[in-house]
């Protein structure tokens, strides 16, 4: 795993457009080594969740990664270290089996 203060030190534009949320997630989990594989299967999931709109809300679930319980306005760096760390404990580290689990169930 890469350092946190390598991933911590890309830059996020506030109130990024979908495209620049994009960009900064594709970095983010390409510096932690995942493939494109991987990658894809994190856009089709958060595409579908929100449309890589960072401050989306539905019902308890905010940001780009529809996380419950996470308090509008957190910063989109809490919520990509709260998807990681949610599909870590809960998918394995595995993007690919959250989107699994999504095309399966509708959530991930």
């Not at 996380?67 to 989109?76: A, D, F, V």
Request: glycine share 4%; with cysteine.
């Amino acid at each position: 795993m890469l350092e946190p203060l390598l991933i911590a030190a890309l830059i996020v534009p506030s109130n990024p457009q979908p495209q620049e949320l994009k960009t900064y997630a594709h970095t983010y989990v390409m510096r932690r080594g995942w493939d494109d594989q991987q990658w894809q299967c994190l856009d089709r999931i958060i595409h579908r969740e929100s449309r890589w709109t960072y401050n989306a809300k539905n019902g308890n679930a905010y940001g780009f990664a529809q996380i419950m319980n996470l308090k509008p306005n957190t910063p989109i760096q809490k919520q990509m270290e709260r998807l990681m760390g949610y599909l870590a404990h809960r998918y394995d580290d595995n993007a690919c089996n959250a989107w699994a689990h999504h095309k399966q169930r509708g959530w991930y």
